[in-house]
């Protein structure tokens, strides 16, 4: 008994040994600006780019067999992003790929779902829960909105809801333009020529300067004496007052 035991352990210790070994010599290392583009884009494996998900297309991207604003879900932001990071001009979105839409979920009717798992079968991220004619639901926070169980559902159960912004997720709406008061005074600001002054007018502003510095001064050094000339006739009057009270009191 002993011996198997001390055998099954010598034979892990070298499969281990074999294992880390293999893991170091034959590891795959990837692509870093893969990871980067993959790292940008937002996930939703929703095919649109017209790539199996996002790896493939960050992937393409990389290779240049893609262009970077093939990405509805992403949108703008991804457009830019991806342009920073490649040191290229951002584009639109390619219109063939579809248009940005708001971050949305879906949600089943569970009255009217019959449990055919066809939603299951077609969602990327196994964000949907259920069980043959049993009756499904969806994981909110898994779902990604790739509307890609809309197509497969025999009896139109599935809905596409806009995700309502928090006060964790709502942003400010930043205007397209300027208001046109805004406008108009930045046109005017624009337009009027910065003044230099002259060298009269810079010469009675210094002497202004220089008069009412002088006055300041003059009106604290007499505030000054004052305070100093009570501060003496008090002291000079305590003894007295002192020794008027003190007789007073004989």
Request: proline share 8%; hydrophobic share 40%.
């Amino acid at each position: 008994m002993l011996s198997a035991i001390i055998a099954l352990a010598v034979l892990a210790i070298i499969f281990g040994l074999a294992l880390g070994y293999a893991a170091v010599r034959f590891k795959v290392v990837g692509d870093p600006l893969v990871e980067k583009i993959d790292s940008l884009l937002p996930q939703t494996q929703c095919g649109q780019c017209t790539f199996p998900g996002c790896r493939p297309y960050a992937e393409a991207i990389a290779r240049g067999e893609a262009d970077i604003n093939q990405c509805p879900p992403g949108g703008e932001t991804t457009i830019v992003a991806l342009a920073d990071l490649l040191g290229r001009d951002p584009k639109p979105l390619n219109p063939e790929n579809g248009e940005e839409k708001p971050k949305r979920v879906a949600v089943i009717d569970e009255q009217v779902c019959i449990g055919c798992t066809l939603c299951i079968q077609a969602c990327p991220v196994d964000a949907i829960l259920g069980a043959a004619k049993q009756m499904h639901t969806v994981i909110a926070q898994e779902c990604t909105g790739c509307d890609l169980c809309l197509p497969p559902c025999p009896v139109d159960c599935i809905e596409m809801v806009e995700i309502k912004p928090t006060l964790a997720t709502w942003k400010w709406d930043f205007p397209q333009s300027l208001p046109e008061d805004l406008a108009s005074l930045a046109h005017r600001v624009e337009q009027t020529p910065a003044s230099t002054p002259s060298p009269t007018n810079a010469a009675t502003g210094a002497a202004d300067t220089t008069a009412s510095t002088v006055a300041t001064n003059a009106a604290a050094n007499a505030a000054t004496n004052k305070a100093k000339n009570v501060v003496t006739n008090a002291a000079t009057k305590t003894p007295e007052t002192t020794k008027a009270a003190s007789g007073g009191e004989r």
